[in-house]
Each structure stands twice: as C-alpha cells, then as structure tokens.
C-alpha cells in the first residue's frame, strides 16, 4: 500500500513537472500558430515561382544569415526588403520562410559596336559608371542612437516614471543626484539605467499597451538654429535607447531595457519603436575636384545645420544634419556632394560627401561619407546624381 502510495506520489509530481514546463513554455500572447510553429508575422502563403527560400532555424540572425547566403552580413537590410512580412528585424521566428535569392538584371548581349561620341571612358569617368554593389551608409546605431530634428512641442505617449533601481539605493537627504521628475523625488546614485534595468511606464491595458510591445525612449533637447537665417527650425530629440514592455497593468507597466545608447532616466519620453532599416546606396569616386558646379547653383541648396553632440569639426563618420526632409523630395539613400563657400571670384571648395539615413518633414539626419578637409556647421550640399 505504502509502495501504491508513493508510486502515486510520484506520478503526480512528475505530471506537474510536465504540466509546468509546458505552461513555461508558452509564447508571448502576441504570438499564433502559422502551420507547425509559432511566430509573431504572417508569413506569405505562396511565393513567385523559382524564388530561392530558406526555412528559419533556431539560432539564425538575418546577420548570419545575410553573410551565408550573400557573403556580406551587412547586406542584412537588403535580405530583410525581401521579406517585408517582417516588420521588425531583430525577431525572427523558426518555421518563417525567408525569400533569400538577389535579384540579378539579365546582362545583355556584349558587342564590339562603339559609337563614336561614347568611347571608352576613362580613369574617374570609368568608376561613375561602374559604381559596384551597393553597400550600407551606415550602421544601425547611426539611425537609432542619434536622434531627430522636429516640431518643438512634441508630446510622448507615455514616460518613464521609476526604476527597481530606486528601491535598491537607500534615501540620502542630501546627496547632490537627489532630484524631483514630474512623478516623484527621487534618491539614486545611478547617473542612467541601461540595457536589463528595470523601469515602469505611466502606461498601461487601458492606454493600449500590451506586453511585447516596444519603446523608444527619446529626451527633447536643444532648439536648432539655422547657421545662417538664424531662424529655429525645430528641436532636437535625442535617442537614448528601447524597452520591452513585460507586465502590463491597468494604468501602469513594467519594462526592460532592451537597447541602450546614453542612460535613461525619470522623465524621459517613449513613443512606439519604428524599425528603420540601414539604407544601401552605390558609392563611386567623389566628383572631380577641378569640376565644382557653380556658385549659383548652391543658392538655396541644402545646409548642414546641425551635428550630434554639437561637434565643430567634422568629417568621415560624423553624423550630422541638415535643413531639408521629405517635404523636399530628400530619401533615405539619396549621396550629396559637401561644399565650402569661398570668397568672391572663386569656385565652391569640395569638402566631402555625405549620404542620408533617416528623413523627416523638415530635417534629415546624414553621415559623412568621404572628407577631403573638415566639415563645418553651414557648409552646402548638392545633389550627387549616379
């Protein structure tokens, strides 16, 4: 009887084990069954006939597979354009179907028929044709750790109003980091919270938020000047990182710090996280020195009005931005010659080159590609055409 017993008694935990793990096991309530697996997307039910495809495996990164499959892990982004179901680039599930074949232009037939007025190119005319593959601008934290010139009344969804953080740190009446947010005075020796603190939003069910969701955490800033009409063109909204919304309750959430650029603190405003994929462009050679457009085609051209941290000298791998966005046709993508005013009688001075990663109305953020000299706030852009 004893023996019937414990045997029971084992069962009976062992079946709780199990029914535990598969209670852990469970995904997040944004996810659903697509065939055989979970997934957060809506993967696509037919594909264009020959397309490459790949089925996901546990472990795969759009990194790892970009280095695969195209011998670059920087093509990530044009491997994540071919799948557009996914519409965030860090999550991939097990089970999706990735299209990972590159679409190649069929060469034409070659003849040996040169026209007279053509010829053959040569030396810098030669690499203007032939620009090569196209290659990322720059890099993700480029995009997602810079920040954005806008309205300077923009107002946030939500904010961060605390950190587990806090209840760690013993009060101290008079330490000088002792400061007052809009929520509560606050004691804490941590200058930022970064990547796994704990922190808790002012937004919860009732506001729409669900756990899963994700954050970007931006702090307003400075006014912008434009360097020469003085007039503001808006204000600067710094990115400081993400979170990752775990609980959600009815008025309030948890969250973890997902990403994170400079610390984040109490205050800081939060608005849905967007993915901005890195935009690729064909470089070529600058243009010919001995060859500047104009002084009065750079009369009303775009200006670089501002750079990030407020850097005076400028060049290769500065982020900086500049007085024109999409209400001026500018796309992510798009190459600008830099120049440098001159004194009256001589040509415009080639200072380097610049390409745009992320657009807004008014202003665009862009990076410093190629500089022959330092790059100052006020220089002027034209348009490279390939």
């Known amino acids: 009887m004893m023996q019937h017993r414990l045997t029971c008694l084992a069962f009976t935990i062992l079946l709780l084990g199990i029914m535990g793990m598969a209670v852990a096991a469970q995904p997040p309530k944004d996810l659903h069954i697509v065939g055989d697996h979970w997934t957060a997307w809506y993967p696509p039910e037919t594909y264009a006939e020959g397309a490459e495809l790949y089925v996901i495996e546990k472990g795969d990164t759009l990194w790892d597979l970009s280095n695969r499959f195209y011998g670059d892990p920087y093509l990530w982004p044009q491997l994540w354009e071919r799948n557009q179901y996914i519409l965030d680039a860090h999550w991939i599930y097990p089970g999706d179907t990735l299209v990972v074949g590159l679409e190649v232009t069929p060469v034409e037939e070659l003849t040996m028929d040169i026209g007279e007025d053509e010829g053959v190119p040569e030396g810098d005319e030669l690499f203007d044709r032939a620009p090569g593959a ?125 990403h994170s650029c400079l610390g984040i603190g109490l205050d800081d405003g939060l608005k849905p996280f967007t993915p901005e994929p890195v935009p690729l462009s064909r470089q070529s050679g600058m243009i010919g020195f001995n060859n500047p457009v104009e002084r009065e085609e750079l009369a009303g051209a775009p200006v670089i009005v501002s750079s990030n941290f407020d850097q005076i000298s400028l060049g290769q791998g500065h982020v900086v931005f500049i007085d024109q966005g999409s209400l001026h046709d500018v796309t992510p993508g798009d190459l600008y010659t830099i120049y440098r005013k001159t004194p009256a009688g001589q040509p415009p001075l080639i200072v380097g080159e610049l390409g745009i990663l992320s657009v807004r109305e008014q202003a665009s953020l862009a990076k410093i590609l190629k500089s022959r000299y330092a790059i100052h706030i006020g220089d002027r852009l034209d348009p490279k055409y390939e």
């Open 134 to 258: 196209p290659i990322p601008l720059g890099s993700e934290d480029d995009i997602y750790c810079t920040g954005y010139i806008d309205e300077p009344g923009e107002v946030f969804p939500f904010h961060v109003i605390g950190a587990e953080y806090e209840s760690l740190t013993p009060t101290m009446r008079d330490f000088s980091s002792r400061r007052s947010s809009a929520y509560r005075l606050s004691s804490t020796s941590k200058l930022g919270l970064l990547m796994t603190d704990i922190v808790y939003l002012d937004g919860g069910r009732q506001a729409g938020m669900m756990p899963g969701d994700v954050y970007t955490a931006v702090r307003p800033e400075h006014l912008v000047k434009h360097p020469e009409t003085k007039k503001t063109l808006g204000r600067f909204y710094r990115y400081l990182g993400r979170v990752r919304v775990l609980t959600a309750q009815e008025d309030s959430a948890i969250a973890e710090i997902v």
